[in-house]
């Protein structure tokens, strides 16, 4: 069975100061811990590393596939999957955090005539469940790794605290009446992909 990789890898910008003063240095956070869930990552199906020095979190994912062939043909993986994944994040004692950028990598084939969507979610709990949404979609008959950034990303601010979540959900999908087999996957055929997730910091109150 084909795995799929990957790789939260944190990055981050601070808030505050002006272009004409050195920028300060950006306090340290760390992943805590993690959750996820969904019909692409069912419990027990995925595997998982986090960095020694806590700022990359590796997935390896067994059923984050969509495939879609023509009626005659079987698939072994059904033309939607989705999968969230829930961050913690250590954060330094003042110190509130948001979504700024995230990077979806992966491949898609739909040379066989159906066209894909991937639609990502990025949700920050508390402030009213305020979120932003990602839709892209994949045309007809194409075979390629694919790079989607979201950039600039308006989400609330965490609550000012030190361990907070931060959730990323993917769904990936195909449809239409193919005359071949298509796929869409949260990887790539060298299966080196990130999904990038870089936040903005700011102090409490600011």
């Known amino acids: 069975m084909k795995k799929v990789f990957l790789a939260i890898a944190i990055g981050a910008s601070l808030i505050g100061g002006s272009a004409a003063q050195a920028q300060p240095q950006i306090p340290q956070v760390k992943i805590s811990g993690f959750a996820y869930g969904g019909s692409g990552c069912p419990s027990n199906s995925v595997g998982s ?3 020694s020095d806590n700022q990359t979190l590796e997935l390896l994912f067994d059923k984050f596939q969509a495939n879609l062939a023509k009626p005659q043909q079987p698939t072994q993986f059904p033309p939607q999957a989705s999968c ?3 961050v913690k994040l250590r954060l ?3 110190f509130t955090a948001s979504f700024y950028r995230v990077e979806h990598r992966g491949y898609a084939n739909t040379k066989g005539g159906a066209t ?3 639609r990502a979610r990025y949700y920050i709990p508390g402030a009213g469940g305020f979120d932003a949404n990602r839709n892209y979609i994949f045309k007809k008959n194409l075979e390629r790794d694919y790079t989607i950034v979201h950039d600039n990303i308006a989400t609330a601010w965490t609550q000012c605290g030190l361990e907070v979540p931060l959730t990323v959900t993917t769904r990936i999908g195909l449809q239409g009446n193919p005359t071949g087999q298509n796929a869409l996957t949260v990887d790539s055929q060298s299966q ?3 999904t990038t997730v870089y936040y903005r910091l700011k102090r409490c109150g600011t």
């Open 92 to 94: 330094p004692q003042g």
């Open 84 to 86: 969230s994944v829930s």
């Open 116 to 118: 894909g969507q991937l």
């Open 49 to 51: 590393l986090i960095s």
């Open 192 to 194: 080196k992909v990130q």
